[in-house]
C-alpha cells in the first residue's frame, strides 16, 4: 500500500507559470491514493483553470474565503482541520511573504494560519526573486517555524533566464511528501553530519587539503534523511550533488566547519563527524607566495578539535566520530574514542585507493564495550548498515 494512501491532502496553488504543472502534481497525489483538495489563489486561475484540477481531484476546488455555497461560513476553519498536510506548489514569491508575515487575505493564508497540519512549499519564480534579500529572508524564517521546503530546482526558466528558482518536478514533490508520512527509524531525530575535506588557504590563491570526497557522509546524510531523520549537512568542498536535506550548509576552513557545527550541535539529538578537517592550518599569507628560493617552509597551526567540542558541550548530542588511519586502526582509533570524549567510532583504513574517493569502504565500529566489523560494501549502503548500529547504542544510552 502506498504511505500517500487515504491522507488528506489540501494543495494551495499560487500565481504563477509554474501554477500548470499542479494538474501532473494532483494526479500523481491521486493515483497515490491520496484524497486531495485543491485551494486556488485568484493569480493562479490565470494560469491554469478550476476546472482542470476539479476534474483531475475529484472535488471542488475552493477560491473563496466567504463561499456562499458551503454550508457553514466556516468553510477555511474545516478546511484547515481537514489537512494532514497543507502542500503549497508552486508558491509564489508573493505568497511566500504573506505566509511569512502571517496575512490572511485569502482563503489560502488564512488557512495555513489556522491549520496545525505541517506545511510544506515548493517555491517558483523567477532566480532574482528567488535571489533577493527579501525572498531567502523570508524562506529562512518559514523554515525556523517548521515549515519544510521542496526546491527549488535550477534550470532554465519560464522568462528565459536560467538559475535556481524552477518548481521542483512534480515526481519529486510526490516523492517529498512520501518521506515525510513514511516513518523510519530515525523520525523524530534531528541529525547532524559533517563530511568532506576542508581547505586552509596559504595566499589567496593556494589551499591545503586531503582527498576527502565527501562520498561516505553525503551517503550518511542521505540514508538517514531516507530512514525519516531531520538532517543537517556541513560540507567542506566537494564535487558532488548534495543530498537533499533539510539544511544543507557549505564551509571552506576548518574554522568555517567549526562555527557551522557548533551552531548545529546546539539543536541536534546526534552528531556524526564524518569530515576529514584539517589538523594544521597554514597562516595565510595575504599576497601570493612569490617563486624564488629553493625550498620553502610554511608555518601551520594546530586547528581546533570539532568533535571534542562537540562532545565536551554541556547540552551534547550522541557523538560519532570517524577515524582515518593507516596503520594500528584500533589502538589508534580507540585512543581517539577516549580522547575526543566520544560515543562511538567508526574507524576506516586508508592509503591509496581506499577510504578516501572510493565507492567502497569498510569500518571497524567501537563503543564503550563494544565492537562490530561491518565489511567492504558500497558507501551508500555501508551508511545505512552503521545509522543502524548508531542508532541501536543510541536508543541503548537513552533508554526514555
Ligand atoms: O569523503 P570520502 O572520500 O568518502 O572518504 C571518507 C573518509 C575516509 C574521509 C571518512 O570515512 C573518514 O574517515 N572521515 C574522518 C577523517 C578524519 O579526519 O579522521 P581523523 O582520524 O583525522 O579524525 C578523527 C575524528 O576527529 C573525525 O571524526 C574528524 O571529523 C574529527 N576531527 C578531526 C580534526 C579536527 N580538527 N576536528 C575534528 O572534528
Not at 500517500?4 to 491521486?30: H, Q
Not at 463561499?67 to 482541520?81: F, P
Not at 558532488?240 to 544543507?248: G, R
Not at 557548533?262 to 597562516?283: E, F, H, M, R
Request: hydrophobic share 45%; charged share 20%; net charge neutral.
Amino acid at each position: 500500500m502506498s504511505v500517500l494512501s487515504d491522507k488528506k491532502i489540501l494543495l494551495g496553488v499560487s500565481g504563477g507559470i509554474a501554477a500548470y504543472k499542479a494538474a501532473e502534481l494532483v494526479r500523481l497525489l491521486v493515483t497515490e491514493g491520496a484524497i486531495v483538495r485543491v485551494v486556488m489563489t485568484e493569480a493562479a486561475t490565470q494560469f491554469i483553470t478550476p476546472l482542470t484540477l476539479e476534474a483531475l481531484s475529484g472535488s471542488k476546488v475552493h477560491r473563496h474565503l466567504f463561499d456562499a455555497s458551503e454550508t457553514s461560513a466556516m468553510g477555511h476553519i474545516d478546511l484547515a482541520r481537514w489537512a494532514d498536510l497543507i502542500l503549497i506548489a508552486p508558491a509564489s514569491a508573493d505568497l511566500i511573504a504573506r505566509l511569512r508575515s502571517g496575512l490572511a487575505h485569502d482563503l489560502l493564508t488564512t488557512l495555513c494560519l489556522a491549520s496545525t497540519a505541517p506545511l510544506w512549499v515548493a517555491p517558483a519564480m523567477n532566480r532574482v526573486m528567488w535571489e533577493h534579500a527579501a525572498t531567502q529572508e523570508n524562506i529562512s524564517i518559514l523554515k525556523s517555524r517548521g515549515v519544510h521546503l521542496l526546491g527549488p530546482d535550477q534550470g532554465i526558466q519560464a522568462c528565459g533566464e536560467s538559475g535556481p528558482g524552477r518548481l521542483l518536478e512534480p515526481d519529486l514533490i510526490l516523492k517529498g511528501l512520501q518521506q515525510a508520512f513514511s516513518r523510519g527509524p530515525w523520525t523524530g531525530l534531528r541529525l547532524l553530519i559533517s563530511a568532506g575535506p576542508t581547505r586552509e588557504p596559504i595566499d589567496p590563491v593556494r589551499y591545503l587539503s586531503n582527498r576527502s570526497s565527501g562520498k561516505m557522509g553525503y551517503a550518511l546524510a542521505k540514508a538517514a534523511q531516507d530512514q525519516g531523520a531531520a538532517v543537517t549537512l556541513i560540507s567542506g568542498p566537494t564535487a558532488l550533488t548534495p543530498p537533499k536535506v533539510d539544511h544543507f550548509i557549505k564551509v571552506e576552513t576548518a574554522k568555517d566547519m567549526l562555527a557551522a557545527v557548533l551552531q548545529g550541535a546546539l539543536t541536534a539529538d546526534l552528531y556524526i563527524g564524518s569530515a576529514a578537517v584539517a589538523d594544521y592550518a597554514p597562516i595565510m599569507a595575504p599576497q601570493k607566495i612569490k617563486k624564488g628560493a629553493p625550498t620553502l617552509t610554511l608555518e601551520l597551526q594546530k586547528t581546533v578539535d570539532i568533535i571534542g567540542q562537540v562532545s565536551s558541550l554541556e547540552q551534547r548530542p550522541f557523538t560519532v566520530g570517524f577515524a582515518a588511519e593507516t596503520e594500528n586502526l584500533e589502538a589508534h582509533a580507540l585512543v581517539k574514542l577516549k580522547n575526543k570524549g566520544l560515543d562511538l567510532i567508526a574507524a576506516n583504513p586508508v592509503g591509496e585507493h581506499q577510504g578516501f574517493e572510493v565507492d567502497d569502504n569498510e569500518l571497524m565500529v567501537f563503543w564503550e564495550g563494544g565492537q562490530r566489523f561491518l565489511p567492504k560494501t558500497p558507501k551508500t549502503d555501508l551508511a545505512a548498515v552503521l545509522l543502524t548500529l548508531i542508532l541501536e547504542r543510541y536508543h541503548a544510552s537513552h533508554p526514555s
